[in-house]
């Protein structure tokens, strides 16, 4: 089992930058595939960004490539996913996800993970 929190939510002007955390737990999560998706309201759960369960490959959406880079440290045990030059079109809740096979790659497909956080709010002002 994989638990998920995220953290780094809040509001924001246009223009400026977040940086979203996700803190990882539970056996070999460290090795899965890892990705950001976000929901705005009255529509679907959209992907952000993914990286594979090594972080040698990553995936963005063409809304936020160029502004978004997802990583994770050393030790994998946690994901971020710094935000810059934020719009209002990013107001969003932000999810975090992982899969369940070790060493897994990079994936856009919701279907995809296994494991959801709770969602960290993001709003940009205009």
């Known amino acids: 089992q994989v638990q998920l929190v995220e953290s780094g939510g809040g509001l924001v002007q246009a223009g400026g930058s977040l940086r979203l955390s996700c803190k990882t737990s539970g056996r070999t999560s460290s090795a899965y595939g890892m990705g950001w998706f976000r929901q705005a309201p009255g529509k679907e759960r959209g992907f952000v960004a993914s990286i594979s369960g090594g972080g040698a490959d990553t995936l963005y959406a063409d809304s936020v490539k160029g502004r978004c880079t997802i990583s994770r440290d050393s030790a994998r045990k946690t994901v971020s996913l710094e935000m810059n030059s934020l719009k209002p079109e990013d107001t969003a809740v932000y999810y975090c996800?992982?899969?369940?096979?070790?060493?897994?790659?990079?994936?856009?497909?919701?279907?995809?993970?296994?494991?959801w956080g709770q969602g960290t709010q993001v709003t940009v002002s205009s």
């Open positions: 996800a992982s899969r369940s096979l070790l060493y897994s790659g990079a994936s856009n497909d919701t279907q995809s993970y296994v494991y």
